[in-house]
């Protein structure tokens, strides 16, 4: 891919995959539905969150049902690349901090499981910005 721009598998099957784009020193995270979340209090820039907007935390999403190791075997390649932002699907802006936000919810995430049968890890980010 052109630019510092590569695919990353997502250790999830069915060909889902990240785009992670290298921009001088940021490393930018595009992954769809798999992360949501706003580390930045008010940070929807002006937008009125809507219900499908995650602005209480951070998610991790695998379909299907799934334990904590496995939510961590998925997404801990990410806390090692370290992204400055990651882009999602559920809110107008990035997630800042997004590598320390990862390992937070793989550190101390509560497992939730979906009357639809998906998995979430999820933590929730302290107002002040912090885990």
């Not at 809110?91 to 499981?113: C, H």
């Not at 980010?125 to 912090?130: C, L, S, T």
Request: aromatic share 10%; charged share 20%.
């Amino acid at each position: 891919m052109p630019g510092g721009v590569r695919a990353l598998p997502s250790g999830q099957s069915g060909g889902e995959m990240w785009i992670l784009w290298r921009l001088g020193r940021k490393k930018l995270l595009f992954c769809g539905d798999s992360i949501y979340g706003q580390t930045d209090p008010g940070g929807l820039g002006g937008y009125q969150p809507k219900g499908w907007m995650q602005t209480d935390g951070i998610r991790l999403f695998m379909p299907g049902k799934h334990s904590v190791g496995e939510m961590r075997d998925r997404y801990q390649s990410l806390v090692d690349i370290n992204p400055t932002e990651v882009f999602n699907g559920h809110n107008p802006r990035p997630i800042a901090n997004a590598g320390e936000a990862i390992a937070a919810v793989l550190e101390t995430g509560k497992l939730e499981m979906s009357k639809g049968g998906s998995t979430y890890l999820w933590h929730r980010w302290k107002k002040d910005g912090g885990a």
